[in-house]
C-alpha cells in the first residue's frame, strides 16, 4: 500500500473511532488528554481535523518530576495554540506517600477530571492505544484477574460521572509514530517509558518473546473481545441475581444468605465486588482475597469492614453493607454537587454551608429513632452545616427544608443496565 493511502487509511480509522463513540457527547465541549508523547499528540492533531476545533479543548498535566516536561509541554502548547485550541497545564505535587506511579496516576486523573466539569468538558479523550491495551492484558493475566479484568480497556467508559473515549484503541503505536512523521509533528519521548523497573516496560519487552508461542497481537486482542462478550452476558445474569436477592434500603444494601455464598460461583462474587463499587463510589473493585476473607467474618457473625464500608451480620444468616462514616469526606456545598459521589442533597442554599456525613452531629437529631433507620447508617447519612452548627440531616428527621436522595439506585446502574 502507498505511504499515502496508509496514512490516510490511519485517519480514517482514527475518524470511525471518534465519531462512533462521540455520539455519546453530541453536544458540548470536547477534552483531550495530552501529555506530548506520541500517542496523545497524534490524537490531538486527528482530533482538530475531525471535529470543529471551538468544541476542542486541550489539558495537560506536569507531574513535576522530570525538568524536561516543561518544554514538553511548551511544544503541546505551541501546537494547540496553531490548531486554535485552548490549552491548559495542570501542576500535580507528590505528597511522598504511597506508590509513585499509583499516585500519579490517580493524581492526574483528578486534576483532568475537576478540570473538566468546571470547564463544562461532556467528555475526556484519552490517548490509550492497541499497545497500552495488550500491555494491559498482559498485566491483568499476571495478577490473576478474570472475565471483567481481561476485557481491558473500553473505547468508551464511564468514571467518576465523567465519559471517558479512547479513539485510539485499535491503532498501534508505531503506526501513530509513523503518520506523525509522515506530516512533520513533532512529539516527545518519556525516558521513563524504557525503564524496565516498571511492570508495563517489562511487559512490552516480554511481548516479542510470547509472539514465538502463538500469543500474537492478535490472539491477545481477541481474547479481550471475547471476554468483552463474556462480560455483557454475566453482567446481565449478575443484574438478575441482585434483583432476587440484594435489597437497597436508603443508602444501605441488604444481602440474603444467598448472595454471601462467595466460594464458587460468579454471580455472588460479581454482585458483591459491585456492591462495594457502588457504596464507596470507587471505580476498581476490592481485591477479591479481602472481600472473600471479609464476608467469611460476616457469615461467622462478626462484623467486618473493607472499602469504607461496614458488613454487619444479620440474624437470618445474610449481611447488611453500611457506608462507613469515617471513610466520607466533607465539601463546600454547591448546586447540582453529589456529595460522597451518591447523595444528590437540595434545599434552601446560602454562602459557607457544607456536606459531610452526620457523625456525631446525630446527638442534636432528637427524632432520629422514629425514622426507623439504623443508628449506624444514620451517622454516615449526609447533613448539612454551617460552621459548627447543623443546618440538616434529612435521613435522621431533621430536615428544614432539605432534602437527601440516592442519586443512582444499586440495581439499575452497579451493572451498567437501565432498568
Known sequence: MPV???QSGLLDQFGQAFERHITAVPNGL?????SGGGDSVAMMHMAARMI????LRVVSVNHGLRAEAVAELAQVSAQASRLCIPHVVLDWTWDRTGNLQAAARDGRWQLMRNWAVETGVGALCLGHTEDDQIETLLLRLARGSGVDGLIAMSGLDQRDGMTVLRPLLGISRDALREWLVSQAIQWSDDPSNDD???DRVRARQMYAQLETLGLTRKRLLQTADHMRAAQRSLQQAAHEFAQTYVTQDLGDLVFAPEALDLQTEDLPRRVMAEAFSWMATKTYRPRFENMLARVAQVRNGKQATL???IMLPLSDGGMRLVREASATASSLAGRGEFWDKRWRIEGPMRDNLRFQALGDGLNACKDWRQTGVLRLSLLASPSVWHEDTLIAAPLAGLCNGWTA???ADFHSR????ED
Do not use: S, Y
Not at 30 to 34: D, E, N, Q, R, T
Open 30 to 34: 470536547i477534552g483531550l488528554a495530552v
Open 196 to 198: 524496565a523497573r516498571f
Open 4 to 6: 499515502a493511502d496508509k
Open 405 to 407: 436522595q440516592i442519586a
Open 414 to 417: 452497579a451493572f451498567g443496565i
Open 307 to 309: 472499602g469504607g464500608c
Open 52 to 55: 470543529d476545533p471551538t468544541r
